[in-house]
Structures are given as structure tokens and as C-alpha cells.
């Protein structure tokens, strides 16, 4: 690791000098064995689902925001509660319902009064929205005009009200559920906040094993306590560690082939981009694969991408900023369907790597 370590301080002051490689090699093996230690404290709560989990912790260390979708009963909103337990951040819950207002999320004006010079002055009353980690529990129980409420904070990381902009605290990140779309009482969410997602986390049914594990550990005693193991300024030096990554043109350039080849019309299109893809991904799409990828690779000890990295993070990356058409959904196609096909399709390199 000492060499991908060098390059990584010699190509950001902030991460240290060469001389310095040493120190900085244990203190990545210090932070990474952090994370390990966080796993652990979400596995004392959360069973199975070992998939999510992982790309929950990719957006903590990309500092992008997750939306997690799956039926009720699969311990979304106990995977975050959980994760914000194992951190030393602040936590605050919003339960999205259909008369949340705006105003609810990120703070109101109120008017008033000094009594001792009958002079009124207005103050503004800061929302929820005001912390670290922040849990947006069915974000799509809420019309788009309350769910866009979150578009400034989520992409600007900081609120405007009474013509004040007023920074979020950091690091800051959204971890969002939702139920389907098919199930009653939701609204789709508008494709600009899709968009601002990092990933959307997909949440399936336990197995066999774990779902008897999951019987065992929640009609008994209260549940074990989570640790905090992970203070904010060691996340932010973890996501400044993940922008160091190395990544090679050649990886670059196979994430953009990716991308474009889910645009249907386009020349990079692949067969089942045209035959059941309305609308493809944008260049956002890109950027998340690669520092996800990074995240990867960090989260398994090493310090460069690989296209493997790329293969696991790009299903959650992309299956919420690909619009299926109406072929693909009298087919019963999927997004996931599509991804892969584009995977399959697009040859990854295979020298040149970093």
C-alpha cells in the first residue's frame, strides 16, 4: 500500500508529505479499521442485508446522500437509526407525511415582540434539516413540493430563508426511505431529487437463515447498544482519503462508455439501451460511479480502482437515473436489467489500470 499511499500525499497537501508515507500508510490502516469496527455495530442491530449496508457506508464516505427503497419490515429505517447510533454526529428524524409543509424541514420565521421596547423583530426558527446525519423517513408519503424542500440542502449544504444563506453543519449527509411507488399513498419522487441521491439502495426480503435470525433477535431481550466508533472529523478525513483514490484514464474512460451507453439514440448505445430505455443517465451518473468505486476500494484496503469497483457500485448508482419505456415495462423490465445489460455489454479495460 506504501506506493498508492505516496502518490496520494504527494498529490494532496492535505494528506501529508512523502517523507511522511509511513505514518500516513498506519493511519489509513487506523481509519479502515474503523469502518471495520462500524460494520461490526451495525451488525449487532441489522441482520443480513450486508448489500445495503455496504452502500449505506459508501455514502457516508463519498458524502453523498442514499435513498433506500424496499416494504415495509425490512429495517430501513433501523439500518440508519442504527448507523447514526455508531457515530458521534448529530441525528434527527423527519416522518414525511402528506401535510408536511416546507417549512417543517428547514426552519420557519417567527415574529417576535421584546416586551421590555414593544418593538417586534422576526427570528427564524431553524428545521430539522440543522444536523449531521439526517433520516427522511418515506420521503415519498409527502407531495413533491414538500420532498423538494431538501433539493437546496442536499446539492448546496445550506438553507436560504429571510434572503440569509445559512451553511449546514458538516460532514451532512440524507439517508431517505421509501416505500414503492406501486404501494398506496406515495408520490414519485420529481427526477431532479432522484438525481441528487448518491444512490438508490434497494432492500429485499431476508433469506431462510437470516430471517429466523431476525425472529430470534427481536422477540427477546432489547436490543444490544451500539457504540459510537467514528467522530465527524474522522469521516471527513475518510472522504478526503476516498477523493485520493487513484484512477486510472483507461477506468475513466470505460465509467463515461458506461454512462453513454445507456442513452438510447446514441451511437454508444447497446441493444437493450434502445430497445427499453426512454430516457439514459446523466453525467452525474458518472461522477457517482467513480467516487463510489473509490469508496470501494477503500472500504477492501486498497488505494486505486478497479473495474470490478466499478461492476458492484454501478446498479445503485444507476437504476434511479435510467427512465424505463413503456416496452420495458409491458416486458416487466427492471432498471437493474438494464444496468446489467449495459455491463455485460461494455467491454471494461483491461491494461492501463492503476
Excluded at 60 to 77: F, I, R
Excluded at 138 to 145: H, Q, T, V, Y
Excluded at 252 to 264: D, F, G, N
Aim: overall charge negative; proline content about 8%; some cysteine.
Amino acid at each position: 500500500m506504501t506506493k498508492s499511499v505516496r502518490s496520494m500525499t504527494e498529490g494532496d497537501p492535505g494528506l501529508g508529505h512523502p517523507a511522511d508515507a509511513g505514518a500516513m500508510e498506519r493511519r489509513i490502516e487506523e481509519l479502515t479499521g474503523r469502518l471495520a469496527a462500524l460494520r461490526a455495530e451495525i451488525a449487532k442491530r441489522v441482520i443480513g442485508q450486508q448489500e445495503a449496508v455496504e452502500e449505506v457506508l459508501l455514502c457516508l464516505l463519498t458524502g453523498g446522500h442514499g435513498l433506500l427503497e424496499g416494504v415495509p419490515g425490512l429495517a430501513k429505517t433501523m439500518l440508519v437509526h442504527t448507523l447514526a447510533d455508531a457515530l458521534d454526529l448529530d441525528f434527527r428524524r423527519i416522518q414525511f407525511t402528506p401535510d408536511l409543509m416546507p417549512g417543517d424541514i428547514t426552519g420557519t420565521e417567527v415574529i417576535e415582540e421584546d416586551r421590555s421596547t414593544g418593538r417586534r423583530a422576526t427570528r427564524f426558527l431553524r428545521g430539522p434539516v440543522f444536523t449531521h446525519v439526517l433520516l427522511a423517513d418515506e420521503i415519498n408519503r409527502a407531495p413533491p413540493k414538500t420532498q423538494a424542500a431538501l433539493l437546496e440542502a442536499m446539492q448546496e449544504r445550506h438553507v436560504t430563508a429571510g434572503g440569509e444563506l445559512m451553511q449546514l453543519p458538516s460532514p451532512f449527509f440524507v439517508l431517505a426511505t421509501q416505500n414503492p411507488i406501486e404501494q398506496e399513498g406515495t408520490y414519485p419522487l420529481p427526477e431532479a431529487q432522484l438525481d441528487r441521491f448518491m444512490l438508490k439502495i434497494s432492500l429485499d426480503y431476508p433469506d431462510g437463515p437470516d430471517e429466523v435470525a431476525v425472529l430470534r433477535a427481536t422477540t427477546g431481550d432489547a436490543p444490544p447498544a451500539v457504540t459510537p466508533v467514528l467522530s465527524g472529523p474522522e469521516i471527513e478525513e475518510l472522504q478526503r482519503l476516498v477523493r485520493g483514490v487513484a484512477v486510472s484514464d483507461p477506468v475513466l474512460e470505460y465509467t463515461a462508455r458506461l454512462v453513454r451507453s445507456s442513452r438510447p439514440g446514441r451511437a454508444e448505445a447497446v441493444s437493450a439501451t434502445d430497445r427499453w430505455v426512454r430516457w439514459g443517465a446523466g453525467p452525474r451518473a458518472g461522477q457517482a460511479m467513480i467516487l463510489c468505486a473509490k469508496a470501494h476500494a477503500l472500504l477492501n484496503g486498497r488505494l486505486h480502482v478497479h473495474p470490478d469497483d466499478l461492476a458492484r457500485v454501478a446498479p445503485a448508482a444507476l437504476r434511479h437515473r435510467i427512465l424505463l419505456n413503456f416496452q420495458a415495462e409491458s416486458e416487466g423490465r427492471t432498471p437493474d436489467e438494464a444496468v446489467a445489460a449495459l455491463l455485460s455489454e461494455v467491454e471494461p479495460p483491461r491494461s492501463g489500470l492503476a
